[in-house]
Nanobody
């Protein structure tokens, strides 16, 4: 199983970016999917999650600005980021809890995509 993230880049404060992440491989089912981020010198933190049923959860720092969604048919999760701030600068990682054809649920992580917000 692989998670491939894309959509990062450089944007000015107040701008928007949309991150995408698609899972591929011998997938049987996908439980929760989400996005985490890690800024330089800081610990990785949870940004947002979405359950298989569509329930969402957000870090307080992004509530009202970021929207997480998923497309179960495409095994994909998205993060729409609006009103970006310099403090949102980080490497963003997608993650998913996936059961394969031969194993129980396991946490899988994507490779990370850089988001840089200039002031």
């Amino acid at each position: 199983v692989q998670l491939q993230a894309s959509g990062g880049g450089l944007v000015q404060a107040g701008g928007s970016l949309r991150l995408s992440c698609a899972a591929s491989g011998s997938i049987f089912s996908i439980n929760a999917m989400g996005w985490h981020r890690q800024a330089p010198g800081k610990q990785r933190e949870l940004v947002a999650t979405v359950t298989s049923g569509g329930g969402t959860n957000y870090a307080d720092s992004v509530k009202g600005r970021f929207t997480i969604s998923r497309d179960n048919a495409k095994n994909a999760v998205y993060l729409q980021m609006n009103s970006l701030k310099p403090e949102d600068t980080a490497v963003y990682y997608c993650a998913a809890i996936i059961a394969t054809m031969t194993s129980y649920e396991y946490d899988y992580w994507g490779q990370g995509t850089q988001v840089t917000v200039s002031s």
